[in-house]
C-alpha cells in the first residue's frame, strides 16, 4: 500500500519543472499553502523560502501528525507550530523517514523537548559543527535525527541543507501540496 502512495508524489516530484534541488528559495512566492497534517510523528515537511529571507528552503519535523517544530527564520526562535494553520510557499513535500517508528517517535520528542527555543542560526555553511545553542530549520531535522543515530544529509557536506534532506536516501516523499 505505501509504494502506491509513494510513487505519484515522488512523479510528480521529478515531472515538475521548477521542484529540483537547484532552486534555492522561491523568490515569487505569491500564494502560501497549508502544510496540514501528518502520516505520522516525526515524519518531515520541506517547503520554499520565504521571500527575500535569502536562506535555502525550509524544513521542519512532525512532533505529533498535528504539531510540527521549526526554526522558522530570522528573528525568531524554534518553536511548536500548529500544522492546520501554518502556510508555507509551496510547493510543500511531505517526507517520512526510512527508520523504525520508535526511532522517528525519539527523533520528534527530541525535537520538541531539545531543540525548542533556540534562536535562529545565521551560519547554515558550517551548521553541522556550531553546536545546538542556535538552529536554522534544516539543522534542527537534522539534529532531531542524528540524536536517534539517523544521518539526513544528502552529500555529507560541512553543513546540511533543506534540500539536502530532502534529497536524502533517508527520505521518501509521500505528498506534494502546490
Known amino acids: 500500500m505505501a509504494g502506491l502512495l509513494v510513487a505519484p508524489a515522488q512523479a510528480a516530484e521529478a ?17 502560501k499553502v497549508t502544510v496540514g497534517n501528518s502520516r505520522y510523528r516525526g515524519d518531515i515537511f520541506h517547503s520554499y523560502a520565504e ?24 528573528g525568531s526562535k524554534s518553536q511548536a507550530r500548529t500544522a492546520a494553520t501554518l502556510n508555507k510557499c509551496g510547493p ?36 553541522k ?6 538552529l536554522n530549520s534544516s539543522e534542527l531535522v537534522w539534529r532531531a535525527y542524528k540524536a536517534v543515530r539517523v544521518d539526513l ?18 527520505t521518501v516523499i509521500y505528498s506534494v501540496t502546490r
Open 92 to 127: 510543500v513535500y511531505k517526507m517520512y523517514v526510512k527508520a523504525n517508528q520508535a526511532s522517528r517517535d525519539k527523533a520528534a520528542t527530541y525535537a520538541y523537548t531539545k531543540l525548542r527555543g533556540k534562536p535562529y542560526d545565521a551560519h547554515s555553511n558550517k551548521n
Open 51 to 74: 521571500p527575500g529571507w535569502g536562506v535555502p528552503n525550509h524544513v521542519g519535523i512532525y512532533y505529533t501528525t498535528k504539531t510540527i517544530v521549526e526554526a522558522p527564520g530570522p
Open 15 to 31: 515531472a515538475a519543472p521548477n521542484s529540483d534541488a537547484s532552486i534555492s528559495s522561491d523568490q515569487s512566492c505569491f500564494e
Open 129 to 134: 559543527g556550531n553546536g545546538d545553542h542556535e
Open 153 to 170: 544529509d544528502h552529500n555529507g557536506g560541512t553543513a546540511v541543507y533543506p534540500d539536502d534532506i530532502k534529497r536524502s536516501s533517508g
